[in-house]
Nanobody
Framework: QVQLVESGGGLVQAGGSLRLSCAAS????????MGWFRQAPGKEREFVAS????????AYADSVKGRFTISRDNAKNTVYLQMNSLKFEEKAVYYC???????????????WGQGTQVTVAS
């Protein structure tokens, strides 16, 4: 079992920045890959970014490349999502997820957090 708790969401002006955090517990954090997803009102959940267990490899949705950065601190059991130059349309609930049974390029996210709301004001 893995428990995931996101934090750091809030209200930000368009063009601003936020850093989301996801604290994990339950299994050895450094043994699994992590991802961030988001779901906007009326839309399906979409992939944002992912990082390998070591932090050595990352992947991003095309829409966020160059603006968002995923990272992790295995000593703190935490994964981060630094979001810069936020756009109005990026208002969504952001979720972190843990992949214990898949692989980086063929993931299977087994556990999900409850989400944190990000609102971008125009």
């Amino acid at each position: 079992q893995v428990q995931l708790v996101e934090s750091g969401g809030g209200l930000v002006q368009a063009g601003g920045s936020l850093r989301l955090s996801c604290a994990a517990s339950g299994r050895t954090f450094s043994s699994y890959n992590m991802g961030w997803f988001r779901q906007a009102p009326g839309k399906e959940r979409e992939f944002v970014a992912s990082v390998t267990w070591s932090g050595g490899t990352t992947a991003y949705a095309d829409s966020v490349k160059g603006r968002f950065t995923i990272s992790r601190d295995n000593a703190k059991n935490t994964v981060y999502l630094q979001m810069n130059s936020l756009k109005f349309e990026e208002k969504a609930v952001y979720y972190c997820a843990a992949d214990l049974t898949g692989s980086f390029y063929c993931p299977n996210y087994d556990y999900w957090g409850q989400g944190t709301q990000v609102t971008v004001a125009s």
